[in-house]
């Protein structure tokens, strides 16, 4: 039993290491720039990628702290910016859940729960047996975590250096990245239709509400695709 | 802004981002892998992904706002091209479409 979990756990890590942890990299190495342009110091921009481990409520985050946003600003702008994680931590935890495993451990697991582990997981996991899920999203989840910690850092110190035109293409990764294992992984009808519909959506809804243009985009097209195909 | 107000605000920013996994830990005891209900919150959280992609690519904000949205628009079309090329090699396209993008945005913008 321990022997399988390490197995798993230890291969979860190596996947991590491979392009999902380049890509996730990437973007945090940008966040550790934006972080010192934005007139936070080191500690702060380790701390913030160590507990607050979710790209864009950070970027939300360092924005509102630019234009003197009040704390309260930041709580409601986060919380609306990270709401994606719910449906995502819904539909990943039926599929690694295991049966005598106490609930807390999905609690503490929830917190490496993000697009970039979620994407390879939800695209990935037919390939793993029920019982062995866990450990691997344990080791991917955990492994890009410390890699994007680690990240941050290193952007923090090198704010700068790096000539602007490379800065912007090592961004460029992880949205392609995103888009490359999401186009991969569509092969159910109910799933391409909706990230047609959203992709259509998000723009236009962004010209009337850009708050909640991801957000709305998102759910609507979900409710009309599940009512057209599943129901 | 002093120190600790930064601090204050980073700890709110994790509590904000922990949260609504927190619940969502919480609700995926009424979710079974087989049921409808898995499949609609499937629906939902690739919508939500789908429209993030679509929003960094169209209305991008920090950095690549100041790059050209044909540019972007053209270095994600080629990937999936190419994404489809290579059957559906994840790794290739996208650091063929990074590399695009970074030539493009030298010589387009």
């Known amino acids: ?231 | 802004m002093s120190d600790t107000y930064i601090y204050i605000a980073i700890v709110i920013t994790a509590i904000a981002t922990y949260l609504p996994r927190f619940l969502g830990v919480f609700s995926s005891d009424f979710v079974n892998e087989e049921g409808k209900l898995f499949k609609f919150v499937s629906c939902i959280s690739y919508g939500i992904l789908a429209a993030l992609i679509a929003r960094i690519f169209i209305h991008p904000v920090g950095a690549l706002e100041q790059t050209s949205t044909m540019v972007r628009l053209i270095a994600a079309g080629l990937t999936i091209v190419v994404l489809f090329l290579t059957k559906k090699n994840v790794l290739f396209s996208s650091l063929f479409g990074v590399i695009l993008f970074g030539i493009l945005n030298l010589y387009f913008n």
């Open chain 1, 1 to 231: 039993m321990n022997r399988t979990f390490d197995n798993h756990f230890k291969k979860g890590c190596r996947t991590a290491l491979g392009i999902p942890g380049i890509s996730l990299a990437a973007s945090f190495f940008a966040l550790g720039a934006l972080f010192k342009n934005s007139g936070l110091n080191a500690m702060q921009s380790f701390l913030s990628t160590l507990i607050g481990f979710a790209l864009p409520g950070q970027v939300v985050m360092a924005e509102t702290l630019i234009v003197n946003g009040t704390l309260l600003n930041i709580l409601i702008a986060v919380f609306l910016t990270n709401a994606r994680l719910y449906p995502m931590t819904v539909n990943l935890v039926p599929v690694i859940r295991q049966k005598n495993r106490p609930r807390w451990h999905y609690y503490f697991l929830a917190h490496f729960i993000a697009v970039t582990s979620w994407v390879y997981m939800l695209s990935n996991y037919n390939k793993i047996s029920k019982e062995n899920r866990f450990s691997f999203f344990l080791g991917l989840g955990a492994t890009l975590w410390v890699l994007s910690t680690i990240a941050t850092v290193i952007g923090f110190y090198t704010a700068g250096i790096i000539s602007k035109k490379v800065f912007v293409a090592i961004i460029f990764l992880n949205p392609i990245y995103f888009m490359c294992m999401i186009v991969s992984v569509l092969n159910k009808l109910h799933i391409i239709l909706t990230v047609f519909l959203s992709i259509i959506l998000a723009p236009i809804l962004f010209l009337v509400t850009p708050d909640w243009s991801v957000l709305l985009a998102g759910v609507i097209s979900g409710i009309v695709s599940y009512f057209f195909f599943i129901r």
